[in-house]
Nanobody
Framework: QVQLVESGGGLVQAGGSLRLSCAAS????????MGWYRQAPGKQRELVAT???????NYADSVKGRFTISRDSAKNTMYLQMNSLKPEDTAVYYC??????????WGQGTQVTVSS
């Protein structure tokens, strides 16, 4: 089992920055894939970014060049640095972890609101 707790959301003006954190209840060293998803009102949850082990990161086209995903095994924490935020980035952001045996865990979400 892994419990994930997101933090760092809030209200920011367009063009601003936020850094989201996802703290895990145990070591993330052995977790294969961690990622961030988001869900805007009336829309399906969508992938924002994933990081596989500590090697490769993948991003949705809509956030490439603006968002950076990273993970720190010493702190059991994953981050999402979000720069040049746009109103269309407004959503609840969820942390996700997939273990090597196929288990999937989600955090409770953190609200990000970008005003124009």
């Amino acid at each position: 089992q892994v419990q994930l707790v997101e933090s760092g959301g809030g209200l920011v003006q367009a063009g601003g920055s936020l850094r989201l954190s996802c703290a895990a209840s145990r070591s993330i060293f052995s977790i294969n894939v961690m990622g961030w998803y988001r869900q805007a009102p009336g829309k399906q949850r969508e992938l924002v970014a994933t990081v596989i082990s500590f090697l490769s990161a993948n991003y949705a086209d809509s956030v490439k060049g603006r968002f950076t995903i990273s993970r720190d095994s010493a702190k059991n924490t994953m981050y999402l640095q979000m720069n040049s935020l746009k109103p269309e980035d407004t959503a609840v952001y969820y942390c996700n972890a997939k273990t090597s045996n196929g288990q999937v865990f989600w955090g409770q979400g953190t609200q990000v609101t970008v005003s124009s």
